[in-house]
C-alpha cells in the first residue's frame, strides 16, 4: 500500500489480516485492516465460513460519525482503501498503543474508582452513537481499545445498524455480551436496548473480572438467577459482594435487566449517582469542536485525503459506489483527525 510502511502483523480478521504499519509522511504509527475486498463483499470469512460482519458498512458509519462529529471514545479513522485487482479493502485506524480492555481485564479486575473512569467513557462513546441513530451490536471489552492516554475507544463497527428496532433472525456479536432477547429469532428488538445490557456485562467484568454469564438464556443457571432479580445474591454467592458499593450494584443491577422494558436506557445509565464524578470531571475538560460539515450539511471533501482506488480499466457499479463511500469517509476522517489532535493539545493543557 502506497505510502505505509508494514512493520508487524497483529493477528488475522475474519476476512484477512490486521497489520500494525507506519504512515511514512508522519512516521506514524497506525493499524491497517487489510482484508480481502471479495470476502468483503460476500460477507465470507477465509475459512469459506459465512459471516454477519458487514465492513463495507461498518466504515460507512463509522465515517458518518466522523463527519457529524468526532468524538473522544471513538475510533479515530484514518482512511479507507479499495483496490479492484489487489482485492484489498483497507480500513486505516489510530494504533491503540495499549491494547484493549478485555486483555486489561485478563490480567486482573480493576477497582471502583478505575471501572468508574472507565465505564464512564464506554458509555459515552456508545451514547454517542445511539444520538446519530447507530446500534453498535457488538459491544465488548474487546472492542474498547485504549490510547496512549489510557482513555477508552469504542472500536469494531462491522455488526452497527443505522436503526433502533431490528428485525427477526439479526446475528449480533459476542454470547458473552449479547442481551437475552438477541437469542430470540422470533422477535424483533431495540438495538439501543440490547447495546445498555451489553455495557452492563462490560462493567460487571470490570469490577469482578469475571462475566455474569456465558449466554443469557434460560439453560444458562447464572442468568437465571439474574432474570429473577437475583444478581445481588449471586455475587454474594461468588464472595464478590465486597467488590461493588451500593451505587455499583444498583447501576450494574439495572443494566443486567432481562426484561428490555425495564432496562435502564443509556442515557440514565449516564445520569446515574455512581457517575456522578466523571459528569463533573468530563465537563471541566471537554472543549467544543468545530463542526466538519458545510452549511449545506455535507461532508467537507476540499482536503483531499489520500484515497487509493484501482482507477484502471472499467469499474463495476460497485465498485464505483464503494469507491464515493470511500471518498466521503476519508474526507470525514481527514478532517476528524485533524480536530481530535486539537482536542488532545487542550486537554493536555487542561
Known sequence: MKGYREIRDLGPAQYGRIVLS????????????????????RKVCLNGNKSPEDNINGAKLLGALAAAGDHPNVVTLREVITHEKEDLFAVVLDYYEQGDMYAKIKRGRINEIQ??????????????????????????????????????CLSDFGLCVDKDVMTTNMRVGKDLYAAP??????????????????????????????????????????????ASGKLRKLVKSWNMDSYFSEQSIDLVSGLLTADPSKRLKLSEALEHPWLASERKRSAEIRPETPSRLHSSGTVDTRRNPQITTDDEGTESQESIEEEAITAKISAAAAASNEHKGLRKKRKRSA
Open 181 to 226: 432477547e438477541c437469542h430470540n429469532m422470533d422477535k424483533p428488538f431495540n438495538a439501543f436496548i440490547a447495546d445498555a445490557w451489553s455495557a452492563g456485562v462490560c462493567l460487571f467484568m470490570c469490577l469482578t473480572g469475571t462475566p455474569p454469564v456465558h449466554c443469557a438464556k434460560q439453560n444458562d443457571r447464572c442468568f437465571g438467577a439474574i
Open 22 to 41: 507506519e504512515h511514512k509522511a508522519s512516521q506514524t504509527k497506525v493499524v491497517i485492516k487489510k482484508l480481502g475486498l471479495s470476502c468483503v463483499r
Open 115 to 152: 471501572a468508574r473512569k472507565a465505564f464512564y467513557q464506554m458509555l459515552s462513546g456508545l451514547q454517542h452513537c445511539h444520538s446519530h441513530g447507530l446500534g453498535h451490536l457488538d459491544v465488548s471489552l474487546e472492542n474498547f481499545l485504549i490510547d496512549a492516554n489510557g482513555d477508552l
